[in-house]
């Protein structure tokens, strides 16, 4: 009898164990923006980004890296080896149609668009003492166009081609991240570099400071030449002041930063990080929890550039498919009909 009262025992156990109900946890997903380098715009916007994004959607963990810029960041997307990125709007329409930088490549037809940012604006400095104040006056000098894979390399390049100038004109060349460049003229190394992003920019800004700066204007004739050759820029005017030394003007062209998205990535998700961009919400985790503030204004508040990602200029410049997910939102508040 013992050992049929303990079969039942053991029966009535099992059962209680088999309906008692067991905790789930939702999977943590994670999610990177590729940006630039340390001394660059996107890298402090991407990072204040990635914050916004991990407090306000749950079960998400996004991360900054740094990166090569644009033309590498199209690239990671194209081998599916990065969520995310920021990049220049005439690399991702060159990346998307094989055209440009990509000519004679294979279209990299996964990339889409989630917003476009802020003005990325070409910045042209030269020290002083190399006497360099125009295109014309880089023959023969050492020149920095930008780290090899980025964007301001690709623009330098464009603009250059346009003006009737190659590589080998000048006296050498440098491909450096614009932290790179810095630290090189600030040795003597480099007479010129060009850096295309917001202003003000750390590492201008830390160059001027210990070296006596030419900050170079594009001439009227000039602008009109490259803007009639490449039709995504558009003219721009760094005020005088902006960096040391600054005492006038400077009028130049930019482009648009954008943020783009790999195509595989789920639409619900690339709607919640859309969504978060542009709205206040709830902070679900963190230390600042219970915040109300969109990814946008969280930019703004690292850096000045962030001032100007704006709901309104969105779509400014965009020049390639939008994500499934981003066009579903920007359906809904009825800024795509």
């Known amino acids: 009898m013992r050992s049929k009262y303990l079969g039942v025992t053991i029966l009535v156990v099992m059962l209680a164990v088999m309906v008692v109900p067991t905790t789930t946890y939702a999977e943590t997903k994670f999610f990177a923006i590729a940006t630039g380098g340390t001394a660059g715009t996107y890298y402090p916007l991407g990072g204040a980004l990635a914050q916004a994004l991990s407090s ?27 969520e995310s990125a920021f990049v220049q709007n005439n690399v991702a329409y060159w990346a998307y149609t094989a055209t440009g930088v990509f000519e004679g490549k294979e279209p990299i037809e996964n990339l889409r668009a989630i917003a476009s940012l802020y003005p990325e604006v070409f910045q042209l400095v030269a020290t002083k003492s190399s006497g360099i104040k125009s295109f014309a006056d880089l023959k023969g000098k050492r ?19 346009v003006l009737g100038m190659s590589y080998d ?9 614009l932290g ?15 850096f295309t992003g917001g202003y ?10 210990s070296v006596d700066l030419t900050y170079i204007s594009i ?17 721009l005017v760094i005020p005088a002041g902006t960096y040391p030394g600054q005492e006038e003007d400077v009028k130049t062209l930019s482009v648009v930063a954008q943020w783009v998205v790999d195509a595989d990535v789920s639409d619900d998700l690339v709607y919640e ?17 219970g915040q109300m503030k969109t990814g946008a204004e969280i930019m703004a508040e690292v850096h000045a550039k962030g001032k100007e990602v704006t709901l309104e200029t969105a779509l400014a410049g965009n020049a390639i498919p939008l994500h499934a997910g981003a066009e579903k939102y920007y359906k809904e508040i009825g800024v795509v009909k």
């Open 56 to 82: 306000k959607i749950e079960d998400l963990e996004v991360t900054a890296q740094t990166g090569n810029a644009s033309v590498a960041n199209c690239n990671l997307i194209n081998d599916h080896e990065i």
């Open 143 to 161: 020149v920095s166009p930008g780290d090899r894979g980025s964007g301001t390399e690709s623009d330098f390049r464009s603009m250059t081609k």
């Open 169 to 177: 004109d000048f006296g050498s060349v440098d491909y450096l991240s």
């Open 180 to 194: 790179g460049a810095v630290e090189r003229m600030k040795d003597g190394q480099v007479d010129f570099l060009i």
């Open 200 to 209: 003000p920019t750390s590492g201008i800004i830390d160059l001027g400071t």
């Open 219 to 235: 001439p009227d004739e000039e602008r009109a030449k490259i803007k009639e050759a490449l039709p995504y820029v558009i003219e």
């Open 273 to 289: 990080i859309t969504k978060a961009l542009w709205e206040k919400g709830e902070v679900k985790k963190g230390s600042s929890k």
